[in-house]
């Protein structure tokens, strides 16, 4: 299995610009989700999703459009790019419900920089 | 909502050495999972331990056991024989019992062991 995978690793954009992120998983999982990590504040959500076609809003949604045509695949797109954005991006999934106890696998990240 | 908070931004260690990461959380909820991940310079998020709260029974995984004590709700981190590779940021995480529940994260601490 390669477990989470997300593209681009690096990315720079300019204000204004738009693009998508993309994250995809081979381990069957049902819930997906995005993350941004900034300094001295953790991880936090932006949008997850519990199956294909059912996406919902985290803590910090704005900006950020998300869909879930299939189960291995969550793609996060910025609309208008803007400094603020300027983050670490993790895709992560999981098991919904029974069996394991709700690890969450992660993706190995995109650093994006807004100028 | 529920609320997790690291109270210890960055902690240093003598290699070999025992040292203590704290977290504590907020939350009505009585059943939940609570988590610690590794994140070394790499960037890949790294399940370390994970303690379901109905179970009184600390967790541990070889080097690295927790204090979890459910009525203070805190949950602390020891490692034992630090070791260079612990070197890493650490978050502490929680989790409600139920499917579809989100992942909530602590701010952080940056681990140093030095040799």
């Known amino acids: 299995n390669a477990g989470v995978t997300q593209t681009p690793k690096f990315q720079v954009l300019k204000t204004g610009q738009s693009m998508t992120l993309q994250c995809a998983q081979d381990m069957n999982h049902e819930y997906m989700s995005w993350y941004r990590q900034d300094p001295g504040m953790g991880l936090r959500l932006i949008h997850y999703s519990v199956g294909a076609g059912i996406t919902d809003q985290g803590e910090v949604p704005n900006g950020y459009n998300v869909s879930r045509s299939t189960t291995e695949d969550f793609p996060l797109r910025l609309l208008s790019a803007a400094p603020s954005q300027t983050s670490v991006y993790f895709c992560?999934?999981?098991?919904?419900?029974?069996?394991?106890?709700?690890?969450?696998?992660f993706g190995p990240g995109t650093r994006l920089t807004v100028t | 909502a529920q609320t997790v908070t690291q109270s210890q931004p960055e902690m240093s260690v003598q290699e070999a050495e025992t040292v203590t990461l704290s977290c504590t959380y907020d939350t009505s909820e009585n059943n939940y999972y609570l988590f610690w991940y590794k994140q070394p310079p790499s960037r890949q998020m790294i399940l370390v331990i994970r303690q379901e709260a109905y179970k009184q029974q600390n967790a541990t995984e070889n080097r690295f056991s927790v204090n979890f004590q459910k009525a203070a709700k805190s949950f602390s981190l020891k490692i034992s024989d630090s070791q260079l590779g612990d070197t890493a940021m650490y978050f502490c995480?929680?989790?409600?019992?139920?499917?579809?529940?989100?992942?909530?994260f602590g701010e952080g601490t940056q681990l140093t062991v030095n040799p």
């Open positions: 995480a929680f989790m409600k019992w139920t499917s579809g529940s989100r992942l909530t």
């Open positions: 992560a999934s999981r098991i919904l419900s029974g069996g394991a106890s709700y690890e969450q696998y």
